[in-house]
């Protein structure tokens, strides 16, 4: 089993930036892919970005392509989502989960999810 806790969320202006944080505990953190969601109000559930276990791949929506940076630490156990320049389209509850499986855009492959944090961006 794996517990992903997210942090780093809040509410700032366009064109600001976050990072968010992704802690996690119960299994070898290196040994899970990690990737981040979001889900927008009314809409669906949406792939923002994946890494790979040693962190050396990476993925990205085409929507925060060079705004948004995925890293990972695997000696503390925590990955990490920058988003800079961030837009009001942005505002939503971005998830962390991990998976088994290689980094995927596909949610239905991860296993494990956080409880979501709320990122709020106004213009």
């Known amino acids: 089993q794996v517990q992903l806790v997210e942090s780093g969320g809040g509410l700032v202006q366009a064109g600001g930036s976050l990072r968010l944080s992704c802690a996690a505990s119960g299994r070898t953190f290196s040994s899970i892919a990690m990737g981040w969601f979001r889900r927008a109000p009314g809409k669906e559930r949406e792939f923002v970005a994946a890494?790979?276990?040693?962190?050396?791949?990476?993925y990205y929506a085409d929507s925060v392509k060079g705004r948004f940076t995925i890293s990972r630490d695997n000696a503390l156990n925590t990955g990490h989502l920058q988003m800079n320049s961030l837009k009001p389209e942005d505002t939503a509850v971005y998830y962390c989960?991990?998976?088994?499986?290689?980094?995927?855009?596909?949610?239905?492959?991860?296993?494990?999810w956080g409880q979501g944090t709320q990122v709020t961006v106004s213009s």
């Open positions: 890494i790979s276990r040693s962190g050396d791949i990476a």
């Open positions: 989960a991990g998976t088994l499986n290689s980094p995927a855009r596909i949610a239905e492959l991860y296993g494990y």
